[in-house]
């Protein structure tokens, strides 16, 4: 006679303090009449004898929604049980080896005892994040050839200076560091801008201010007057363009 751990605060949990009389039974039951893998031979006509209640499969399905899990003709698996019953399994235990054979001949995944195609199995999960990141690389790369090969578009941030030498440097950091943007194009702006402001030779000088600091600074595009600090001065502008000392005649 087979003998097996049961829970001494099962009826203090929640989800089975608000089933009905016959959905507990049918729970307990289930827990007994399955086999030492979790899988039960489905038999409700039996089990409604034996119990000495009516018990309608889509109901019992209904209300135990993932707990049990139809994965073949006539069979269900409780996903639990393996962790209730063994923890881990373990090939080298050997009451464990005729479950985990059991759970691979029905194609069941051991580790986190979830059919394969109810929920992706690991290696499906490490080939999903492979993609992703392939994906990843693929975009960067085609960024920065993109930037590479239109790296005039760039001059006049980065006035008086080699911006083909800049981006070598930046593109070295980026593959220092792995950083990944969702703008390429807008990361090495800033780059430029940052590097460009950092230097005395540069046309920073040029803008005049005002008593409280501020820069006095006009859009190249839409000549608008703005006011910005150090590090609007760097990185913003009001049409997405640089910054200009005076207004543009």
Known sequence: MAKRFIDTSLFSKKWI??????MKLFWVYLLTKCDHAG????DIELAAFQIGVDLDESKILETFNRKIIPFKSGKWFIPKFIDYQYGEL???VNAHKSVIKILKKYGLNVKNQLLPNSSATDQDKDKDKDKVKD????TKRNQLLDIRDNLKE???????????????????????????????????????RNNQFDKKDTNVQQ????????????????SKKNYPNDYQLKQSSCCGVDWIPTVQQ
């Open 207 to 222: 803008f005049k201010k005002t008593k409280t600091g501020l820069y006095i600074a006009y859009c190249k595009k839409c």
């Open 154 to 192: 760039y001059k006049e941030i980065f006035i008086n200076k080699d911006v083909s030498l800049e981006f070598d440097k930046w593109n070295d950091y980026m593959l220092s560091t792995g950083k990944t943007y969702k703008n390429y194009s807008a990361a090495f702006r800033n780059w430029l």
């Open 135 to 138: 994906k990843v690389k693929k």
């Open 90 to 92: 373990n090939e080298n």
């Open 39 to 42: 899988i039960w031979d489905v």
């Open 17 to 22: 303090r608000e089933l009905d009389v016959n």
